[in-house]
């Protein structure tokens, strides 16, 4: 049979393409319908000497007024699928252009426990190794066994174990040291059928308190259903509507800090060091929590600068009211972190990935 010529646009606007709803245009955009076509869209861009940009959901991006003069590549089907055992556990392999909280949903429906925590986070299965979400007490690099990626290096297929993905708080080979090398198609899940669920989060387990004090301990499609609702109260659930909804989730990181500077945060935020929202991070360091410092600093929830905001449900993100431009957002950025550093000494590290602008954004 024929393969599918591959299908290049000019000119596509990417604000759809993000959560954010925010950006200009990609100079080239084309959705590739399976390996094959990833190499020829390579070539295509390697031959107009231009960068290419691999384009997930859209929810942890922040595309430029001007767009990006370059390709940008879409995996347009999920590609490989596969489940097979491995002694107590299943290991599940599925294709980048998968929805994640899909493929949450089908673990927890199929009783496999290891990912319950991370539903509701929006965005493809490409993206999720990238940063190695997080959220509720579990990260995705505790189930991530292997990846397989295409290697714009050597132009070969690679497939990359946990120990070469080198993951890490909110990195990973993909966003740090390797950024932009490899053009992730597939990851492979390790599960546990029959499994407990994780209630290691105090959200979580707030939430079940009068269930664990009778002795009850939640199945994994209550705790499934306790994120999705704790992240729905905090406007954090893929597909929410209104202002709230079109946000790339949190906006800053929580810093890793030395132990020895807690003192000094707590004086400038007039508090005892114990009352300062923390947790270890090994090595004498501590991890703060970026929601407070925000706060702390002076800007609470529904804080706006034009049309741009910090959600009325959540802290730590950035929203687009309507029509607001990708400057507007950075402006409102720039401003939350000058004021946490100048209070605090803290410097806060943006989450999202930038994309059509000069490097020193
Ligand atoms: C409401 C909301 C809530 C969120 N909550 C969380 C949360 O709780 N925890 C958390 O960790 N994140 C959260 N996020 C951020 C985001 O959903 C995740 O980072 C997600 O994994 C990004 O996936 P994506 O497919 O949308 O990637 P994109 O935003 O499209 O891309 C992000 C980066 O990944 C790269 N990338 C994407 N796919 C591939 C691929 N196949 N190969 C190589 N590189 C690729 C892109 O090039 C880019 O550098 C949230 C976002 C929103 C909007």
């Known amino acids: 049979m024929p393969r599918p010529a591959l299908n290049v646009q000019e000119f596509v606007p990417l604000a759809p393409y993000t959560t954010l709803r925010i950006g200009g245009p990609a100079r080239f955009f084309c959705e590739v319908k399976g390996e094959t076509q990833i190499a020829e869209a390579v070539s295509f861009a390697k031959g107009r000497n231009l960068p290419l940009f691999v384009l997930g959901g859209g929810s942890n991006l922040l595309v430029s007024d001007a767009g ?135 959200d979580v387990r707030r939430h079940f308190a009068a269930q664990l004090e009778r002795g009850l301990q939640p199945s994994l499609r209550q705790v499934y259903e306790a994120v999705r609702s704790i992240r729905e109260q905090k406007g954090m659930l893929v597909g929410q509507g209104g202002p709230d909804g079109r946000s790339a989730g949190s906006f800053f990181k929580n810093p890793v800090v030395p132990l020895a500077t807690l003192p000094e945060i707590a004086l400038s935020a007039g508090r005892g060091a114990e009352e300062i929202p923390q947790y270890p991070a090994g090595d004498g360091r501590v991890k703060l929590a970026a929601a407070w410092l925000v706060e702390q600093a002076g800007f609470h929830k529904g804080f706006a600068m034009g049309r741009a905001a910090i959600s009325s449900r959540h802290t730590l993100a950035l929203v687009n009211l309507g029509d607001a431009t990708a400057a507007e957002l950075i402006g409102l950025r720039d401003a939350v972190m000058t004021a946490v550093k100048d209070k605090f000494g803290v410097q806060l590290e943006q989450e999202p990935v930038m994309l059509g602008w000069p490097s020193q954004h």
């Open 68 to 202: 990006f003069d370059g390709v940008v590549l879409r995996l347009g089907v999920p590609f490989a699928k596969g489940e097979r055992r491995d002694g107590k556990s299943v290991l599940l392999e599925v294709g980048a252009g998968e929805n994640w909280d899909d493929v949450v949903r089908y673990a927890v429906d199929c009783g496999y426990a290891g990912i319950e925590c991370l539903a509701g986070i929006p965005g493809d299965v490409g993206g999720t190794p990238v940063q190695n979400v997080g959220a509720y007490g579990q990260e995705v690099a505790e189930t991530i066994v292997q990846v397989r990626a295409y290697d714009l290096e050597t132009g070969a297929f690679v497939d990359l174990d946990h120990e070469a993905c080198r993951f890490g708080y909110r990195r990973s080979l993909f966003n740090v040291e390797a950024r932009g090398r490899y053009i992730v198609t597939a990851v492979t899940y390790k599960l546990r059928p029959g499994g407990e669920p994780a209630l290691r989060y105090a």
